[in-house]
C-alpha cells in the first residue's frame, strides 16, 4: 500500500509539474501571438497616416498652385 501511495503520489508531482509546464508553453504563446497582432496594427495605422499626410500634402499643394494663379489672374487681368 505505502509504494502505491508513493507512486501515486510521484505521478501527481509529474503530472503537475507537466500541467506547469504547459500552462507556461500555453502563454507564451499567448503573448508572442499577442505582439504579432500589436506590431501588424501598428504597422498598418502607420501606413494610413502616411497615406493621408501625402494626401493632404498634395491637396495643399494643389490649392496654393490654384489659388496662386486666381490671384495672379486678377492682378493681371
Known sequence: MRQSLAE????FHHEAA???AEREAVQRETQARARIRRQKRVRKHGSLRFVA???A???TSLAVTFLMFEALA???G
Open 57 to 59: 500634402i498634395l491637396a
Open 53 to 55: 499626410l501625402v494626401v
Open 74 to 76: 486678377l492682378l493681371i
Open 18 to 20: 507537466e500541467a506547469v
Open 8 to 11: 501515486f503520489e510521484a505521478r
